[in-house]
Structure formats: C-alpha cells, structure tokens
C-alpha cells in the first residue's frame, strides 16, 4: 500500500453536514499537508499540521494528527456543494530502496456535497 | 504573483514521438517539483528542483524522462519515444522551501498519446 491512504474512497453527504475523510501513512512524518483538487482550481493547498501539533483549524477545517496510529483526519464542517472535489493528504517520505526522497499524495477521497 | 504556470495545457501526440513541456513556477520559489497524475490516482512524485540542481528523480522517471531547470527559473520536462502508458496529466508546483513549506501548483498539462 502506498504512503498515504485515504479513507473513505468516496463520500457523498447532503449541503450543511459535516464531512470527516482520513488518511493513513507509513513513516516519521515532520508533517502532513491536506489538498484539494476540483476541475476548477486546479490542486490547492489547504492545511499543515506538523508533528508535534495534534489538532488545528483553519475556517471550517479541522485537521487531528495522531503521529502514535499514523494517522490524520480532516474535517469539514457546514459543507457546501462548492466543498465538492477531491481530497489528498500527503507527506514527505523517508528514504526508500531506491534511495528516492519524496512527496507522496494519498489516493484521495472524493467528495460529493448535494444541494 | 501570476502562480504557477505551465504549457501547453493539452498535448496529443503519437506514440513514439518526443514531446516538451515548460513549467514556470512562482518567481521567488526556489523550489520546482514536477508529477505525474492518472484518473483517479493522487500525484505521483516524479521529480524536484533546488535552483538549478535536481535533487530527486523517482524511479517512475525512466530514461525517456529527463528534466531540467537550467537557470533556476522555469523547467522543461521531456518525455523521449512515448508510449501509450505515458498518458496523464502532468503537474508542475513551487515552493519557497521544502518540508514545512506549502506547494503552489500549476493547471497541469494533459498528455494524450495515440
């Protein structure tokens, strides 16, 4: 499995429920970075949280970071239908066997806000 | 700050032929990164930039994959004989540094090759 994993796949929730998505990875993180990417935008960068922090906001974001389980939430509270896109997490990697340092994005969940 | 930029948006091309494509990041970013996206699929690491140096090159980068960056500023990324498998959107993002510092990241441009 990949570096960073995001779970659920899909998610479809009607206008004003809260969106929660997660993501799993493998090795010592400095940080995890969480995106967005909507055929509109483009990908978009919306939230750090590094690893000595557990929780942090940004608008109706919030992002939990649990460096014991390797893992990360996102949370998107009052969603809009303009929330639709997909999301990833992501991170920089340790060294793999080919001696690669680098930037791994989760497979994303993607998200569906019904008006 | 215009962002990022890249060109051409679209390339369709035949297998077997060369193609090029110019990435132009953030004037002050001295740091380039070039993925490689599928359908479905999250980015995947391809390459990056400190200035002019390339300090990684994933293995995903076969030998028909070179890039370059050779003032610091924009980079081209050059895909030799492309095969049908080289299908993809190819993203190109900047950075002021590495690790804690956010990606900007340009529209992409989408190779089709038939």
């Known amino acids: 499995s990949q570096q960073g994993e995001e779970d659920p796949q899909a998610l479809s929730i009607q206008e004003g429920e809260n969106a929660t998505m997660n993501c799993s990875y493998k090795t010592s993180i400095n940080n995890l970075q969480w995106y967005r990417q909507n055929s509109g935008r483009g990908l978009v960068h919306l939230i750090l949280i590094r690893s000595n922090e557990r929780e942090k906001h940004s608008g109706r974001l919030r992002v939990t970071l649990d460096t014991s389980k390797k893992s990360s939430s996102l949370l998107i509270t009052a969603s809009r239908a303009a929330d639709t896109a997909s999301y990833f997490c992501a991170t920089w990697s340790g060294v793999d066997t080919s001696g690669t340092y680098k930037y791994i994005f989760g497979t994303g969940t993607r998200l569906k806000v019904l008006a | 700050d215009t962002g990022v930029s890249q060109d051409p948006r679209h390339k369709i091309t035949k297998r077997g032929q060369n193609v090029t494509f110019r990435c132009d990041p953030i004037s002050e970013h001295n740091r380039l990164y070039w993925y490689r996206q599928t359908l479905g699929q999250g980015p995947e690491f391809l390459t990056y930039f400190q200035n002019e140096a390339q300090l990684e090159k994933s293995r995903l980068l076969s030998d028909r994959f070179s890039a370059e960056r050779p003032k610091g500023s924009f980079s081209t990324l050059e895909i030799q004989r492309t095969e049908q498998g080289d299908s993809a959107m190819y993203l190109c993002?900047?950075?002021?540094?590495?690790?804690?510092?956010?990606?900007?990241f340009g529209p992409g441009t989408r190779l089709t090759v038939t």
């Open positions: 993002a900047s950075s002021l540094g590495v690790q804690i510092y956010e990606q900007y």
